[in-house]
């Protein structure tokens, strides 16, 4: 098969999506499918470029600003020129599907593709393109409510990494009920065996107020831990306020965005002992599969996300809202190291069974003919 990828965010920028859609990509290219990826351009990467020969990058300018975060203009400007592209690309290759990320931006491409070319396109969501799974979005949701429900209704498939985050979608669009299926992200593997451990608590994601860093940073400070570190990894609109917060805290480092295709943050998620997730909302959740793969233990809020994700064998659940909760679960994890290694063990082993690019990719392609 000829598959087009789109999403607007693809490695080395972008958050959870990001590295999805290029371990999707990846593993149809070694399927032996041909690949093309239209994405956003940034800074200096190539505006072409051949990662080997079957998958192939293609960024639309002039891209995005910024690497951990796209604005709605630079949206527009993908829809339009990535159009342009996408139709020569299409000429060249007639392609058999798209497999398109994201509602927004990438499925308005989609949508047109189908409507003037006839190419069919697969929908995955990721959460902020679904509405009211992120309050964040809600104005943006409602000024394209008609757009977005045709983006999600003219897909041959939509597919969630969760049931909670179908569930949402299907209640608004009850009719999408027959052609929605769910599909747990995956992630690459990230274990290292020659990175020893360390007595780091660690946090991954986008700083905002859903992610509840403030709580983690709050339970940390009132734990027992003169030998621990926490590291928040990542960018976001709550990022001085966090930082103005674990003032005088030289044990709290931020690290500011981090692609997760480096070296240094392969480096933590192994020196790191317990991975904390305290979200009001996840979609799924990709750094926390990440920090599975990597085998650290777990505590995570008590969300539908993340119950689907892992269970108590790997993790602490907790009322993400309580900072004694949090504090209390992270405390007995350092308190008790044998059963911290305990479940990261067993996260690492639920990664081996559950989330590896082989066993999830092939669900894919079976939608695709």
């Not at 639309?60 to 951990?68: A, L, S």
């Not at 660690?202 to 003169?226: P, T």
């Not at 020196?271 to 990440?290: D, M, N, R």
Request: charged share 25%; net charge positive.
């Amino acid at each position: 098969m000829r598959i087009l990828v789109l999403n607007h965010e693809f490695p080395p920028v972008g958050g959870g999506a990001s590295p999805v859609s290029f371990g999707l990509a990846e593993y149809y290219a070694k399927a032996g499918h041909e690949v093309s990826v239209v994405t956003m351009a940034f800074s200096d990467l190539p505006e072409k470029q051949k990662v080997n020969e079957k998958l192939t990058i293609f960024r639309v300018t002039p891209g995005r600003k910024h690497k951990e975060k796209s604005k709605m203009s630079e949206h527009i400007t993908y829809i339009q020129r990535g159009y342009a592209m996408c139709k020569h690309l299409h000429r060249e290759k007639q392609f058999d599907v798209c497999h398109t990320h994201f509602a927004l931006p990438g499925g308005i491409l989609a949508l047109r593709l189908k409507n003037k070319l006839g190419l069919p396109y697969i929908l995955s969501v990721h959460g902020s393109d679904v509405p009211g799974h992120n309050p964040g979005f809600n104005t943006i949701h409602t000024i394209m409510s008609s757009l977005t429900k045709r983006v999600f209704s003219n897909a041959r498939n939509v597919t969630y990494p969760s049931r909670s985050l179908k569930d949402i979608v299907i209640k608004l669009y009850p009719s999408l009920s027959n052609k929605s299926v769910t599909i747990a992200n995956g992630s690459k593997d990230y274990y290292r065996e020659a990175i020893k451990e360390e007595n780091i608590v660690i946090f991954v994601g986008r700083l905002q107020n859903i992610k509840r860093v403030d709580v983690l940073i709050e339970a940390f400070k009132r734990a027992n831990n003169s030998h621990w570190k926490l590291y928040i990894i990542g960018d976001g609109p709550e990022k001085e306020n966090l930082k103005a917060n674990s003032e005088g805290k030289e044990n709290i480092i931020f690290t500011g965005w981090m692609s997760n295709e480096s070296n240094e943050y392969t480096e933590l998620l192994n020196k790191a002992k317990i991975f904390c997730s305290l979200s009001s909302t996840e979609s799924q959740g990709i750094a926390l599969v990440e920090a599975m793969s990597a085998g650290c233990a777990l505590v995570v809020s008590n969300i539908d996300a993340h119950r689907e994700t892992t269970d108590k064998s790997t993790a602490v659940f907790i009322n993400g809202e309580k900072i004694d909760e949090a504090r209390k679960a992270i405390q007995w994890l350092i308190d008790n190291p044998s059963e911290c290694r305990k479940k990261g063990s067993n996260a690492r082993q639920m990664y081996k069974e559950r989330f590896i690019w082989d066993t999830i990719s092939p669900r894919y392609l079976d939608l695709f003919t």
